[in-house]
């Protein structure tokens, strides 16, 4: 469409809207903002916490402790609901902020033109047909149509995943076979203009603009409950019917058999549901994986939601990103061919320092080869980047916290950065020839030429058939250069290119495709005067042919181990990328990603046309897909979990969000991501590096384990909370109950919590990486685990528990009696305390035992994990204060025994440590 069509079919005009249309517009279309979805009320999701199924048995169990006169009892469940729903709420309270991100990407002001003047507006008020008025610098605020401009490029990396500023055009274009973003005539909202001027006519706003569509598929992705909540709404489930049922049970064994009344019948029953309920087990699991985000902060993973730490355990798919996860996102020249010779460049990344070689030799003086200098100073000056010098700046160090270094950097593109790079090892000074030899006139690059030209004025001029005192240098695509070029160059002589030569340059330009490298090609053409017209078909023809530059991004030098490291633990690693096939493939290969010999490569245009089915198959093999939209990534991710993979994505850009959000973990980059993207993301990583995600599965994996851990830890102890309910209904009453409802709470809420948490922060097994993802169908809490729990340590420790209340009355008047003790007063307090100082003496030695399912404790490291030591202390300290500190005795309903006691009760600590070792060894 030309441009006057475009003014026609917007309604516009190139002196702008009236003010009076202007109105009317943003009356019919509405402000230029993302709209928000609805939110669930704040106080809703508070009250979900406090009213499942578990949180209902403790309101009820709270007021049947009232109405049985004993409020002390109520309070203290009452007070454990409250403590468990405000850890729960704590837990997924994440407020969705990608929208808001959207908005705050969105710059408050546009430069506008209306009624005939130009105008800065608040961007909100930008209506379609307005006139934008664009330069460098500026941030694009709404979707337009160009009509004018001048050498304009768009850094759209945010949108789109380029990392390259795209050259855009006001010419009208076909668009087949291009998606929106792709064509060069229109702008974005949310980008920004990285050089040139411009004009455009805004046809869309808000909503309806690019970033409206990715906001509407952002807040289409509903929230997703994570492996392990799911797992604990089972084990919510399962826990309180269990607890329910045997609560029934025993009110009705205490009514038939004991014969005491129901007020205290449900007192007892009440008993046996607490002592089943593990009141600590969810905020202890909430405050493991706030340590675990702590380690994973430390190994440059930031966790935004707590359970995604676990969820990273379980990953069995991770689909990543190229540019700049996987590789430095530093282009960096490797190869070069130049007069019938191939050159290697060594050095990584924009720091200009480096030796070429050929032949393995290394060159001692670059600076004095005629043709490398000629190739390399072409490149220089045909080329709109700028190489910034080390100079102080911020940047990140492993914990996320500002530092500030010397380094290298770049403005413009990387592709044309690394030929500046490439030609300062050389000893070519860009600044310095670009004042020796002015240039005078670009020809910008275009995708369909492929290919940039400058003509520059000579320093002196340059005899051949004529005298040459103007130079075009021209880079792009080899195949499209050598169709330009009539001779070539070779020392100081020129020769006319023939095929021989033309195949010896192709065949060296394919050599180095195959290899994954970005290969362009660098003419030049001298002129005795300036040229007629300065467009492309009078400057690029006749073309002396200099020289090949073959660059890559190279892979992170941590990478390969990391991708092996997730082959090892059964991770399949997907490339989605917006880069070509080949490139993607090389890098995949050299990586270890692809290992067989013929993956399959699925562009976005293809993902098009694919139904379900067909893309089920395609991910069967190993594929790469390239060149992909958002939407696309999208649907892989979703087809990735329709098959039943826990799937992990990495994404920077705002064209990553529906993805984030959709996947089961999304991994957003913390340096060069963008807000949306982080805002959508469960975990930022500090470095953008792959090998931090694979760290952060590892971290993933032993959170899970050390949930299993502290779970059996703190399933021990129910046993003997348990246990003597049971006997006092069983023996009609005569045997006092050992342990009450406040021995229990002290246990679980109390004793118990630090010890557990403790086993949270157990570093990972050795071989962990080495065994595949676990599977969903697999629960924390399992048959082995609970008959470990339940069947073998947990007789062990009501033995010890009972045999400690016994040991108090039989040392204190009633030796050997089993039957009719006293119920009450001082003595019977003092006995209830021995058997809480018992199950609190044989958890030592169920911690050390807890340390690993498999491995004895002496080949563990004792200083591995201070936390336990930490823990025994804690335990220790509050044991002591609730048998000997006043208050404590009158809350709890304990006594002082003697402290010599204290030496019989430090022989019950290792006995499930022993009893554990015995298992471990009956099974090796």
């Not at 049970?249 to 007892?268: P, R």
């Not at 990972?764 to 697999?778: K, N, T, Y």
Request: net charge negative; charged share 20%; proline share 6%.
């Amino acid at each position: 469409m030309a441009t006057t069509q475009v003014f026609v079919a917007l309604g516009s005009s190139s002196q702008g809207l009236t003010h009076d249309e202007a109105r009317e517009r943003l009356a019919q279309y509405g402000l230029n903002i993302l709209r928000e979805p609805p939110r669930k009320p704040l106080l809703r999701t508070l009250l979900a916490h406090f009213t499942h199924l578990m949180a209902w048995l403790l309101w009820i169990g709270g007021a049947v402790a009232f109405a049985a006169q004993t409020p002390t009892l109520g309070i203290a469940i009452w007070l454990v609901n409250i403590i468990n729903g405000l850890f729960s709420f704590w837990q997924e309270y994440r407020a969705e902020q990608a929208t808001a991100a959207l908005r705050r990407m969105l710059p408050s002001y546009a430069r506008v033109r209306r009624a005939g003047e130009e105008m800065r507006i608040p961007a909100e008020h930008l209506v379609p047909g307005d006139v934008l008025l664009l330069a460098e610098g500026d941030h694009i605020s709404a979707d337009a149509r160009l009509v004018r401009e001048t050498e304009l490029r768009v850094d759209q990396s945010a949108l789109s995943g380029e990392s390259h500023p795209v050259r855009k055009t006001a010419d009208p274009t076909s668009g087949a076979g291009l998606s929106r973003a792709e064509l060069p005539n229109l702008v974005f909202a949310g980008t920004s203009v990285t050089s040139g001027t411009a004009e455009a006519v805004v046809f869309a706003t808000g909503m309806r603009t690019a970033f409206g569509e990715i906001a509407r598929l952002t807040q289409s992705v509903g929230d997703q409950l994570s492996p392990l909540q799911r797992e604990m709404e089972r084990l919510t489930r399962v826990v309180s019917a269990v607890a329910v049922g045997v609560g029934v049970f025993f009110f009705a064994l205490a009514v038939a058999i004991t014969g005491i009344d129901l007020a205290n019948s449900f007192i007892f029953a009440l008993g046996m549901i607490v002592a089943f309920v593990p009141e600590g087990l969810l905020p202890t699991v909430t405050l493991a994986l706030a340590m675990g985000t702590q380690r994973m902060a430390r190994r440059n993973a930031l966790v935004k939601r707590l359970s995604a730490v676990e969820t990273l355990g379980c990953t069995t798919v991770i689909c990543t990103d190229k540019t700049g996860t996987l590789t430095q996102n530093e282009m960096t020249v490797r190869e070069i061919w130049v007069g019938e010779r191939q050159m290697s460049v060594s050095g990584v990344g924009y720091t200009p320092e480096g030796q070429f070689s050929e032949c393995g030799a290394p060159l001692e003086h670059p600076d004095e080869d005629a043709e490398l200098r000629r190739l390399l100073l072409a490149a220089a000056l045909c080329n709109d980047a700028r190489l910034i010098p080390p100079h102080t700046q911020t940047t990140p160090d492993d914990e996320g916290h500002s530092n500030t270094g010397e380094r290298w950097s770049i403005l413009g593109d990387p592709t044309e950065a690394a030929l500046l790079v490439a030609a300062r090892k050389a000893g070519i000074d860009s600044d310095d020839e670009s004042r020796r030899t002015p240039r005078l006139r670009e020809v910008p690059f275009e995708s369909r030429r492929k290919r940039m030209s400058v003509v520059c004025r000579l320093p002196q001029p340059q005899i051949t058939a004529h005298l040459a005192r103007f130079v075009a240098y021209v880079k792009g695509a080899p195949k499209e250069m050598l169709a330009l070029c009539t001779s070539f160059a070779v020392g100081d002589s020129v020769r006319p290119l023939d095929e021989t030569q033309r195949a010896q340059i192709l065949a060296a330009n394919d050599q180095y495709a195959r290899a994954g490298l970005r290969v362009l090609a660098v003419a030049q053409r001298l002129l005795p005067d300036t040229p007629p017209s300065f467009d492309a078909e009078t400057i690029e023809r006749d073309l002396t042919f200099l020289g090949l530059l073959a660059m890559m991004d190279p892979p992170r030098p941590e990478v390969e181990s990391a991708v092996a490291t997730c082959h090892s633990a059964g991770i399949r690693i997907i490339m989605i990328t917006g880069d070509y096939g080949l490139t993607a493939e090389s890098i995949a290969r050299r990586i270890g990603i692809i290992r067989g010999a013929q993956p399959r490569i699925v562009t976005g245009a293809e993902l098009d046309s694919m139904d379900d089915r067909a893309l089920h198959d395609a991910l069967t093999g190993e594929v790469i897909f390239a060149r992909v939209a958002p939407e696309h990534k999208l649907r892989v991710v979703s087809a990735l979990r329709a098959q039943g993979h826990v799937v992990a994505v990495t994404g920077d850009g705002v064209n990553d969000a529906p993805a984030l959000k959709q996947a089961d973990i999304g991994v957003a980059m913390g340096r060069v991501g963008t807000d949306v993207a982080r805002e959508a993301a469960d975990i930022i990583l500090t470095d953008d590096n792959f090998a931090s995600i694979v760290s952060a599965v590892e971290e993933g994996r032993a959170v899970y384990a050390n949930i299993k851990k502290f779970a059996t830890y703190i399933f021990t102890s129910n046993t003997p909370e348990a246990v003597p309910f049971v006997l006092f209904a069983f023996s009609g009453g005569r045997i006092p109950i050992a342990l009450n409802v406040m021995h229990i709470l002290s246990i679980d809420l109390g004793t118990d919590i630090v010890p557990a948490l403790a086993l949270g922060a157990e570093p990972p097994e050795p071989g962990v990486m080495e065994r595949p993802p676990r599977s969903l169908q697999e629960h924390v809490v399992t048959g082995a685990m609970l008959r470990r729990a339940y069947l073998w340590l947990g007789p062990v420790q009501s033995l010890a528990t009972m045999a400690a209340f016994y040991y108090q009355y039989w040392t204190n008047g009633y030796w050997g009696q089993w039957f009719d003790l006293p119920a009450d007063g001082p003595l019977y307090r003092s006995a209830t305390a021995m058997a809480l100082a018992a199950v609190v003496m044989t958890q030592i030695g169920n911690l050390f035992a807890q340390r690993s399912e498999r491995i004895s404790f002496l080949r563990l490291p004792l200083a591995g994990n201070r936390l336990i030591w930490i823990g025994i202390a804690t335990e220790l300290i509050l044991i002591v204060a609730i048998v000997y500190v006043p208050f404590l005795q009158d809350v709890i309903g304990t006594a002082a025994f003697d402290p010599a006691n204290w030496i019989v009760l430090a022989l019950c600590a290792p006995a499930l440590l022993l009893v554990d070792e015995l298992r471990k060894l009956v099974r090796k």
